[in-house]
Protein backbone atom coordinates (compact mmCIF):
# COMPACT_ATOMS: atom_id res chain seq x y z
CA UNK A 1 0.00 0.00 0.00
CA UNK A 2 1.32 3.58 -1.00
CA UNK A 3 2.75 5.92 1.91
CA UNK A 4 -0.19 8.53 1.13
CA UNK A 5 -3.18 8.00 -0.50
CA UNK A 6 -5.67 10.92 -2.31
CA UNK A 7 -9.13 11.37 -1.14
CA UNK A 8 -12.03 13.67 -1.48
CA UNK A 9 -12.31 16.73 0.86
CA UNK A 10 -15.83 15.49 2.15
CA UNK A 11 -13.79 11.96 3.43
CA UNK A 12 -12.16 14.26 5.93
CA UNK A 13 -12.45 12.84 9.45
CA UNK A 14 -10.86 14.30 12.80
CA UNK A 15 -8.02 11.90 13.49
CA UNK A 16 -6.72 11.37 9.61
CA UNK A 17 -3.01 12.70 8.75
CA UNK A 18 -2.97 14.87 5.88
CA UNK A 19 -0.38 16.50 4.04
CA UNK A 20 -1.14 19.84 1.94
CA UNK A 21 1.11 20.02 -1.05
CA UNK A 22 0.67 24.07 -1.29
CA UNK A 23 3.45 26.53 -0.19
CA UNK A 24 3.55 27.09 3.30
CA UNK A 25 2.09 30.83 2.85
CA UNK A 26 -0.87 29.44 0.82
CA UNK A 27 -2.35 27.79 4.09
CA UNK A 28 -3.30 29.08 7.28
CA UNK A 29 -1.77 25.78 9.36
CA UNK A 30 2.11 25.99 11.26
CA UNK A 31 2.77 22.73 9.45
CA UNK A 32 2.06 21.60 5.89
CA UNK A 33 1.65 18.17 7.41
CA UNK A 34 -0.39 17.11 10.40
CA UNK A 35 -3.16 14.99 12.13
CA UNK A 36 -6.81 16.37 12.10
CA UNK A 37 -7.62 17.65 15.60
CA UNK A 38 -11.38 19.53 15.29
CA UNK A 39 -13.89 20.69 13.15
CA UNK A 40 -12.66 23.73 12.17
CA UNK A 41 -9.11 22.59 10.78
CA UNK A 42 -11.36 20.19 8.58
CA UNK A 43 -13.54 23.63 7.93
CA UNK A 44 -10.35 25.31 7.24
CA UNK A 45 -9.00 22.62 4.93
CA UNK A 46 -12.07 22.53 2.74
CA UNK A 47 -11.86 26.17 2.11
CA UNK A 48 -8.89 26.29 0.58
CA UNK A 49 -10.53 25.68 -2.72
CA UNK A 50 -9.23 22.03 -3.19
CA UNK A 51 -10.52 19.10 -4.32
CA UNK A 52 -8.71 16.25 -2.87
CA UNK A 53 -6.24 16.43 -0.31
CA UNK A 54 -3.38 13.73 0.38
CA UNK A 55 -3.26 11.33 3.45
CA UNK A 56 -1.03 9.73 5.83
CA UNK A 57 -3.09 6.45 6.65
CA UNK A 58 -0.46 4.37 8.84
CA UNK A 59 -0.25 8.07 11.04
CA UNK A 60 -3.94 8.49 11.07
CA UNK A 61 -6.04 7.33 14.03
CA UNK A 62 -9.16 6.97 11.81
CA UNK A 63 -9.30 5.77 8.03
CA UNK A 64 -11.83 7.61 5.58
CA UNK A 65 -14.59 5.40 4.31
CA UNK A 66 -14.61 4.85 0.60
CA UNK A 67 -11.24 5.35 0.13
CA UNK A 68 -10.87 6.84 -3.58
CA UNK A 69 -7.40 6.40 -4.90
CA UNK A 70 -6.74 8.00 -8.31
CA UNK A 71 -10.25 7.85 -9.08
CA UNK A 72 -10.28 7.85 -13.19
CA UNK A 73 -12.01 10.28 -15.27
CA UNK A 74 -15.54 9.79 -15.90
CA UNK A 75 -15.24 11.72 -19.02
CA UNK A 76 -16.89 14.68 -17.91
CA UNK A 77 -13.83 16.72 -16.15
CA UNK A 78 -14.73 18.33 -13.42
CA UNK A 79 -13.06 22.01 -12.66
CA UNK A 80 -12.30 22.08 -8.75
CA UNK A 81 -13.87 24.59 -7.11
CA UNK A 82 -12.82 28.17 -7.17
CA UNK A 83 -10.51 29.39 -4.71
CA UNK A 84 -12.63 30.77 -1.68
CA UNK A 85 -12.10 34.02 -0.41
CA UNK A 86 -9.00 34.24 2.07
CA UNK A 87 -10.16 33.20 5.33
CA UNK A 88 -9.46 34.43 8.92
CA UNK A 89 -6.85 31.87 9.38
CA UNK A 90 -5.12 32.80 6.34
CA UNK A 91 -5.34 36.42 7.71
CA UNK A 92 -3.96 35.05 10.81
CA UNK A 93 -0.84 33.38 8.76
CA UNK A 94 0.16 36.16 6.83
CA UNK A 95 0.13 38.27 9.87
CA UNK A 96 2.16 35.68 11.80
CA UNK A 97 4.72 35.87 8.66
CA UNK A 98 5.08 39.26 9.31
CA UNK A 99 6.05 38.63 12.96
CA UNK A 100 8.62 36.15 11.21
CA UNK A 101 9.83 38.85 9.47
CA UNK A 102 10.18 41.03 12.52
CA UNK A 103 11.86 38.16 14.64
CA UNK A 104 14.88 37.28 12.13
CA UNK A 105 15.42 41.67 11.86
CA UNK A 106 15.50 41.16 15.45
CA UNK A 107 17.76 38.17 15.47
CA UNK A 108 20.21 39.70 13.07
CA UNK A 109 20.08 42.72 15.57
CA UNK A 110 21.25 40.71 18.26
CA UNK A 111 23.63 38.96 16.68
CA UNK A 112 25.34 41.85 14.99
CA UNK A 113 25.73 43.17 18.95
CA UNK A 114 26.67 39.94 20.03
CA UNK A 115 29.58 40.15 17.67
CA UNK A 116 30.23 43.68 18.42
CA UNK A 117 30.75 42.68 22.46
CA UNK A 118 33.32 40.01 21.61
CA UNK A 119 35.17 42.07 19.45
CA UNK A 120 35.22 45.05 22.10
CA UNK A 121 36.33 41.75 24.52
CA UNK A 122 38.90 40.83 22.50
CA UNK A 123 40.35 44.20 21.50
CA UNK A 124 40.18 45.13 25.52
CA UNK A 125 42.27 41.74 26.49
CA UNK A 126 44.97 42.46 24.17
CA UNK A 127 45.40 45.45 25.36
CA UNK A 128 44.93 45.64 28.79
CA UNK A 129 48.61 45.03 29.81
CA UNK A 130 49.42 48.02 27.80
CA UNK A 131 47.03 49.96 28.96
CA UNK A 132 45.64 48.64 32.63
CA UNK A 133 43.71 51.61 33.57
CA UNK A 134 41.94 52.46 30.36
CA UNK A 135 41.11 48.94 30.04
CA UNK A 136 39.76 48.31 33.08
CA UNK A 137 37.61 51.50 32.55
CA UNK A 138 36.65 49.84 29.01
CA UNK A 139 35.83 46.71 30.58
CA UNK A 140 33.68 48.07 33.59
CA UNK A 141 31.87 49.80 30.83
CA UNK A 142 30.94 46.91 28.82
CA UNK A 143 29.79 45.04 31.63
CA UNK A 144 27.85 47.75 33.19
CA UNK A 145 25.62 48.20 29.90
CA UNK A 146 25.55 44.25 30.12
CA UNK A 147 24.66 44.58 33.72
CA UNK A 148 22.04 47.18 33.48
CA UNK A 149 20.47 45.60 30.47
CA UNK A 150 20.16 42.19 32.00
CA UNK A 151 19.31 42.73 35.31
CA UNK A 152 16.75 45.22 35.02
CA UNK A 153 14.94 43.69 31.94
CA UNK A 154 11.27 42.67 32.91
CA UNK A 155 11.88 39.46 30.35
CA UNK A 156 15.39 38.05 29.22
CA UNK A 157 15.37 36.57 25.90
CA UNK A 158 18.87 33.92 25.22
CA UNK A 159 19.50 33.37 21.82
CA UNK A 160 21.78 31.29 20.28
CA UNK A 161 24.36 32.73 17.83
CA UNK A 162 25.88 31.29 14.48
CA UNK A 163 29.95 31.63 13.64
CA UNK A 164 30.84 34.79 12.97
CA UNK A 165 34.07 34.91 14.97
CA UNK A 166 36.23 32.01 13.19
CA UNK A 167 39.52 32.10 15.41
CA UNK A 168 38.54 33.61 18.44
CA UNK A 169 36.70 30.84 20.66
CA UNK A 170 38.46 31.89 23.60
CA UNK A 171 36.45 35.88 23.37
CA UNK A 172 33.32 33.98 22.75
CA UNK A 173 33.79 31.10 25.58
CA UNK A 174 34.91 34.61 28.30
CA UNK A 175 31.56 36.56 26.75
CA UNK A 176 29.12 33.13 27.21
CA UNK A 177 30.65 32.54 30.96
CA UNK A 178 29.84 36.23 31.82
CA UNK A 179 26.53 36.24 29.86
CA UNK A 180 25.42 32.93 32.00
CA UNK A 181 26.60 34.16 34.90
CA UNK A 182 24.39 37.47 34.64
CA UNK A 183 21.90 35.03 34.00
CA UNK A 184 21.75 33.60 37.22
CA UNK A 185 22.53 36.86 39.15
CA UNK A 186 18.85 37.98 37.72
CA UNK A 187 17.41 35.33 38.80
CA UNK A 188 18.60 35.62 42.58
CA UNK A 189 18.92 39.02 42.18
CA UNK A 190 22.68 40.23 42.82
CA UNK A 191 23.03 43.74 44.04
CA UNK A 192 24.40 45.38 40.42
CA UNK A 193 27.42 46.77 42.21
CA UNK A 194 28.14 42.89 43.04
CA UNK A 195 26.82 41.20 39.62
CA UNK A 196 29.31 44.18 38.13
CA UNK A 197 32.16 42.98 40.26
CA UNK A 198 31.15 39.48 39.00
CA UNK A 199 30.77 40.36 35.41
CA UNK A 200 34.66 41.48 35.46
CA UNK A 201 35.81 38.15 36.82
CA UNK A 202 33.61 36.71 34.37
CA UNK A 203 34.93 38.09 31.38
CA UNK A 204 38.90 37.85 32.74
CA UNK A 205 38.21 34.23 34.23
CA UNK A 206 40.67 32.80 31.63
CA UNK A 207 43.18 35.86 31.40
CA UNK A 208 46.26 33.21 33.10
CA UNK A 209 45.33 30.61 30.18
CA UNK A 210 47.41 33.60 27.79
CA UNK A 211 50.88 31.91 29.83
CA UNK A 212 49.85 28.59 28.40
CA UNK A 213 51.40 27.03 25.21
CA UNK A 214 49.01 27.15 22.53
CA UNK A 215 50.36 23.38 21.64
CA UNK A 216 48.51 21.96 24.84
CA UNK A 217 45.57 23.73 24.20
CA UNK A 218 45.24 22.65 20.74
CA UNK A 219 45.58 19.59 21.97
CA UNK A 220 43.10 17.09 20.52
CA UNK A 221 44.35 13.60 23.06
CA UNK A 222 43.95 13.72 26.53
CA UNK A 223 46.82 15.94 28.28
CA UNK A 224 49.46 14.04 30.50
CA UNK A 225 49.59 14.58 33.90
CA UNK A 226 52.38 17.41 33.38
CA UNK A 227 50.01 19.32 30.71
CA UNK A 228 47.19 18.87 33.65
CA UNK A 229 48.94 20.48 35.95
CA UNK A 230 50.39 23.39 33.75
CA UNK A 231 46.79 24.25 32.50
CA UNK A 232 45.84 24.36 36.33
CA UNK A 233 48.61 26.96 37.03
CA UNK A 234 46.48 29.49 34.89
CA UNK A 235 44.04 29.77 38.32
CA UNK A 236 46.57 31.15 40.33
CA UNK A 237 48.26 32.99 37.20
CA UNK A 238 45.41 35.25 36.35
CA UNK A 239 44.36 35.84 39.88
CA UNK A 240 48.25 37.26 40.41
CA UNK A 241 48.07 39.16 36.79
CA UNK A 242 44.09 40.52 38.37
CA UNK A 243 45.89 42.06 41.17
CA UNK A 244 48.10 43.79 38.85
CA UNK A 245 45.90 45.70 36.82
CA UNK A 246 43.91 46.02 40.40
CA UNK A 247 40.38 44.17 39.34
CA UNK A 248 38.27 44.48 41.99
CA UNK A 249 38.63 41.80 45.08
CA UNK A 250 35.34 39.93 44.11
CA UNK A 251 36.85 39.21 40.74
CA UNK A 252 40.51 38.62 41.49
CA UNK A 253 38.40 35.52 43.72
CA UNK A 254 36.62 34.36 40.58
CA UNK A 255 39.68 34.27 38.39
CA UNK A 256 41.21 32.21 41.18
CA UNK A 257 38.58 29.79 42.03
CA UNK A 258 36.31 29.45 39.03
CA UNK A 259 37.23 25.79 39.18
CA UNK A 260 36.93 25.17 42.57
CA UNK A 261 33.76 22.58 42.86
CA UNK A 262 31.50 22.57 45.50
CA UNK A 263 32.90 18.44 46.06
CA UNK A 264 36.11 19.73 46.84
CA UNK A 265 37.64 18.55 43.67
CA UNK A 266 38.35 21.16 42.08
CA UNK A 267 41.64 23.03 41.75
CA UNK A 268 44.06 25.44 42.95
CA UNK A 269 42.93 25.12 46.94
CA UNK A 270 40.40 22.42 47.19
CA UNK A 271 37.94 24.29 48.20
CA UNK A 272 34.56 23.10 49.30
CA UNK A 273 31.10 23.98 49.79
CA UNK A 274 30.12 27.31 50.77
CA UNK A 275 33.83 27.96 51.68
CA UNK A 276 34.24 28.75 47.84
CA UNK A 277 32.82 32.77 47.04
CA UNK A 278 29.22 32.77 46.14
CA UNK A 279 30.03 34.46 42.43
CA UNK A 280 33.43 31.79 41.92
CA UNK A 281 30.45 29.47 42.35
CA UNK A 282 27.98 30.67 39.86
CA UNK A 283 31.02 31.11 36.96
CA UNK A 284 32.06 27.50 37.97
CA UNK A 285 28.86 26.68 36.67
CA UNK A 286 28.30 28.65 33.94
CA UNK A 287 32.45 28.23 32.68
CA UNK A 288 31.31 24.20 33.04
CA UNK A 289 28.67 24.00 30.91
CA UNK A 290 30.28 26.57 28.20
CA UNK A 291 33.32 23.74 28.19
CA UNK A 292 30.98 20.91 28.01
CA UNK A 293 29.68 22.52 24.59
CA UNK A 294 32.63 24.22 23.54
CA UNK A 295 35.75 22.20 24.18
CA UNK A 296 39.51 24.38 23.81
CA UNK A 297 40.45 21.93 21.70
CA UNK A 298 38.17 22.18 19.19
CA UNK A 299 36.76 18.81 19.36
CA UNK A 300 33.42 18.83 18.67
CA UNK A 301 31.47 19.31 22.32
CA UNK A 302 27.88 18.09 23.96
CA UNK A 303 24.81 19.30 22.58
CA UNK A 304 23.46 21.75 25.47
CA UNK A 305 20.64 19.87 25.61
CA UNK A 306 23.53 17.12 26.70
CA UNK A 307 25.50 19.25 28.73
CA UNK A 308 22.72 20.25 30.86
CA UNK A 309 21.67 15.82 31.80
CA UNK A 310 25.45 15.39 32.10
CA UNK A 311 25.69 18.27 34.72
CA UNK A 312 22.75 17.60 36.47
CA UNK A 313 22.80 13.38 36.45
CA UNK A 314 26.19 12.88 36.99
CA UNK A 315 28.24 15.96 38.12
CA UNK A 316 25.52 17.98 40.34
CA UNK A 317 27.86 17.07 43.13
CA UNK A 318 30.90 19.50 41.46
CA UNK A 319 28.10 22.37 41.55
CA UNK A 320 26.53 24.22 44.42
CA UNK A 321 22.79 22.70 44.24
CA UNK A 322 20.60 25.98 44.26
CA UNK A 323 22.64 27.32 41.73
CA UNK A 324 22.73 24.23 39.46
CA UNK A 325 18.68 24.46 39.94
CA UNK A 326 18.37 28.64 38.78
CA UNK A 327 20.53 27.83 35.59
CA UNK A 328 18.39 24.62 34.23
CA UNK A 329 15.31 26.05 35.08
CA UNK A 330 16.70 29.74 33.09
CA UNK A 331 18.24 27.48 30.48
CA UNK A 332 15.48 24.79 30.00
CA UNK A 333 14.94 21.45 29.66
CA UNK A 334 16.10 22.04 26.12
CA UNK A 335 18.26 25.21 25.96
CA UNK A 336 19.01 27.45 23.10
CA UNK A 337 20.60 25.21 20.25
CA UNK A 338 19.23 21.66 20.85
CA UNK A 339 17.67 19.89 17.77
CA UNK A 340 14.31 18.33 18.96
CA UNK A 341 11.69 16.40 17.42
CA UNK A 342 8.21 17.47 17.13
CA UNK A 343 5.01 15.67 18.60
CA UNK A 344 3.99 16.25 15.07
CA UNK A 345 6.99 13.87 13.67
CA UNK A 346 8.61 17.87 12.30
CA UNK A 347 12.62 18.60 13.26
CA UNK A 348 13.19 22.13 14.96
CA UNK A 349 15.84 23.90 16.86
CA UNK A 350 15.21 25.92 19.66
CA UNK A 351 16.67 29.42 18.93
CA UNK A 352 15.01 31.43 21.93
CA UNK A 353 13.82 31.28 25.01
CA UNK A 354 12.43 33.68 27.34
CA UNK A 355 13.88 32.87 30.91
CA UNK A 356 10.15 33.84 32.44
CA UNK A 357 8.78 30.44 30.30
CA UNK A 358 11.71 28.57 29.76
CA UNK A 359 9.61 25.51 28.10
CA UNK A 360 8.21 27.58 25.76
CA UNK A 361 10.72 28.28 23.65
CA UNK A 362 10.43 29.71 20.14
CA UNK A 363 11.74 27.18 17.33
CA UNK A 364 13.47 27.40 13.63
CA UNK A 365 11.54 24.68 12.39
CA UNK A 366 12.91 22.24 8.62
CA UNK A 367 9.88 22.20 6.58
CA UNK A 368 10.42 20.76 3.08
CA UNK A 369 10.24 23.67 0.47
CA UNK A 370 10.70 26.39 2.54
CA UNK A 371 14.26 28.76 2.21
CA UNK A 372 16.19 28.31 4.81
CA UNK A 373 16.19 32.02 4.83
CA UNK A 374 13.01 32.09 5.43
CA UNK A 375 12.76 28.95 7.62
CA UNK A 376 9.49 28.51 9.51
CA UNK A 377 9.69 30.03 12.98
CA UNK A 378 7.18 28.19 15.66
CA UNK A 379 6.29 30.00 19.12
CA UNK A 380 5.65 26.93 21.62
CA UNK A 381 3.53 29.42 23.80
CA UNK A 382 0.63 29.32 20.71
CA UNK A 383 0.90 26.06 19.36
CA UNK A 384 -1.17 24.44 21.99
CA UNK A 385 -1.67 20.77 20.32
CA UNK A 386 2.09 20.80 19.38
CA UNK A 387 5.06 19.20 21.72
CA UNK A 388 8.55 18.85 21.96
CA UNK A 389 8.95 15.17 22.27
CA UNK A 390 12.77 14.86 22.75
CA UNK A 391 16.52 16.06 22.00
CA UNK A 392 18.28 14.80 19.27
CA UNK A 393 21.74 14.49 18.76
CA UNK A 394 22.85 15.66 15.45
CA UNK A 395 24.58 12.81 13.95
CA UNK A 396 21.26 11.60 14.14
CA UNK A 397 19.77 14.11 11.88
CA UNK A 398 19.56 14.05 7.91
CA UNK A 399 22.32 15.87 6.65
CA UNK A 400 20.45 18.13 4.82
CA UNK A 401 18.07 19.11 7.89
CA UNK A 402 21.43 19.32 10.35
CA UNK A 403 22.32 21.89 7.50
CA UNK A 404 19.56 23.96 7.09
CA UNK A 405 18.73 24.19 11.35
CA UNK A 406 21.93 25.12 12.65
CA UNK A 407 25.50 24.99 10.78
CA UNK A 408 26.94 26.33 14.03
CA UNK A 409 30.75 24.75 14.97
CA UNK A 410 29.88 26.03 18.51
CA UNK A 411 27.23 26.90 20.53
CA UNK A 412 26.98 31.14 21.58
CA UNK A 413 24.73 32.80 23.40
CA UNK A 414 23.62 36.47 23.51
CA UNK A 415 20.67 38.01 26.19
CA UNK A 416 18.14 40.47 25.03
CA UNK A 417 16.25 42.79 27.58
CA UNK A 418 12.54 42.70 26.27
CA UNK A 419 9.62 44.30 27.97
CA UNK A 420 6.64 42.82 28.65
CA UNK A 421 4.27 42.23 25.61
CA UNK A 422 7.24 41.25 23.50
CA UNK A 423 7.67 37.99 23.91
CA UNK A 424 10.65 36.08 23.57
CA UNK A 425 11.96 37.57 19.98
CA UNK A 426 12.48 40.81 21.59
Known amino acids: ?42 NQLRSLGLRKIRIDPALSDVQPANLLIDEPDSGTAQEAPPPAAESPELALKRAMMGRMRQQRENAARIEHAFVDTARAMRDMEKSIFAQPVQGLQ ?13 LSAPELAIHVMGDRLGGEEIYLHSLNVTMLSMMIARDIKLPREVAGAMG ?159 NKPELVVYEAGVPRDDAVMVDMEREHDLNIVRAIKPAQVPKEIYAYLSPRKRVSYYFDATSPGQGAAG
Open 200 to 358: IGAMFHDIGVRNIPDRVLAKSEAWSSTEQHLYETHSAVGAEMGQQLKFPAAAQAIVRDHHEMFDGSGYPARLKGEGIGLLPRIVCIANYYDRLCNPHNGTPGLTPHEALSLMFAKHRGKFDPKLLQVFIRCLGVYPPGTIVQLSNGATGMVATINTEKP
Open 1 to 42: MPETQDILLEQLQVGIYVHLDLKWFEHPFAFSHFKIKSQEQI
Open 138 to 150: RASEIIGKIADSI
